[in-house]
């Protein structure tokens, strides 16, 4: 049985006055019966670690220390009190030329470092027009997740480019459909496939939550701008904890 994970990206937003939302959070779902993550701008893991949540950073460097002036190490991650990171986001993607491979070390030195990985993947708008989503999706699944993946140690987390910060959402038969293949793929390649959670991104709200999380195979949301705020981010962690 796969638990419900509801996570949240605060991406380059966040000083330490936003700490409060947390604080709000956590008196609203402590007791919450599904899983909740916060990924807030590496300056403020160290000021969430007495939450009642997982912290996870949202970027490491694939190498353990060195002369990487600005970068960060999935063990300094830990160290500060994340569990968990993400890797691959689009944002990086395109912002920093992050490849499928550099993904990949990413993701196996989140592992060396006893973190879970929260592995992004999804198509442009573009391929999702010109009929390449899934061959996409085949591609990033295979570049990006290391053979020494699991359920334990892996989240995987599908976010159409498209979707990401514009409020355009995809049909629930499109959500359904890639997140069917994300499984097939997951359950084919690793003898644990079919425990690994795979989390739907992009555009999530409370007002269209609780239709995503009734979707088979979407076993919770990784959500950017409707997590900064309590108020926001409430309703949708409550629908995913009616969906559970
Ligand atoms: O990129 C996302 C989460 O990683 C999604 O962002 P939005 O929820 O703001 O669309």
Redesign the pocket.
Known sequence: MRRKLAAG?W?MNGLRADLATLHTLAERHSAAQVDILLCPPATLIGACTDLPFAIGGQDCHPNTSGAHTGDISAAMLADAGASHV?TG???RRADHGETDATVAAKSQAAYDAGLQAVI?IGETLNERETGKTLSVIDQQLAGSIPDSSSAANTII?Y?PVW????GKVPTLDQIGEVHAHIRARLTARFSDGDDMRILY????KGSNAADIFGVADVDGA??????LKADDFSPIISALEASA
């Open positions: 990206n991406k993400i986001h689009s944002e992004c987390a976010e979707a990401i910060g514009t991104g992009g555009s999530v990784l959500v950017g701008g409707a997590s």
